[in-house]
């Protein structure tokens, strides 16, 4: 019976993903589905793809938190649009919330949206907002057991961004054992090794998005 519920309600829940989806691309608006463990640097890199492309694409932000603003804040400071939503406990973002939260933002003005989902491997996977690709960043102090642990993000994202890479010589985890055990999940996957402290091999993220 549990089953049966849980399934209806991501059916629905993908039905309003699909209207979301379409509502966007008739306004020409791309959009990525941000997730990533708590910590991980979902933020430090938006703040970086407004610096490094917000000339060139106008991009809006949708923040997921259990609670605070405090990151919408940060991206309103970098110079994009942001609206926050508290799930006041839940511990991912669905379809619905989009919606709603869309209607917060000048959607005319946009290009590219970035949804930042709430810091979670787990569920967030499973809940479509109307993305037209999943992201995802796993840092290397988070440990290279992480893609056999938390399978399903790893199959369902399309881009893997390996961040903290200026951790390595402090760390145990392999950044090659982490990209090895994706490709078996997801042989798609495409792999970027960067540092949103430092910057360095963030040019990968940023053609992955130009090519969106
Ligand atoms: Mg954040
Ligand atoms: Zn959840």
Known sequence: ?????????LEANDRLAAENRAHFDRLGIRVVNLMSA????????LERTVAA??????????EGDIQTSLDAERIERAGAQAVQINTNGACHLDANMIAAAAKELDLEALELLVVENVGNLVCPAEFKVGEHAKAMILSLAEGDDKPAKY????????????????????????????EETARKINPSIEVIRASCKTGEGL???YRWLRSL
Do not use: C, Q
Not at 1 to 9: A, G, H, L, W
Not at 151 to 178: C, G, Q
């Open 53 to 62: 492309l917000g000339k060139e694409k106008r991009i809006g932000v949708i």
């Open 151 to 178: 399978p399903l993000m790893f199959h369902e994202s399309s881009v893997l961004l390996i961040n903290k890479m200026d951790l390595a010589p402090y760390v145990d985890a392999s950044a090659d054992r982490i």
């Open 203 to 205: 040019e990968g993220w």
């Open 38 to 45: 708590p910590g991980a640097g979902k933020t430090t890199l």
């Open 1 to 9: 019976m549990k089953v049966t519920v849980v399934r209806d309600i």
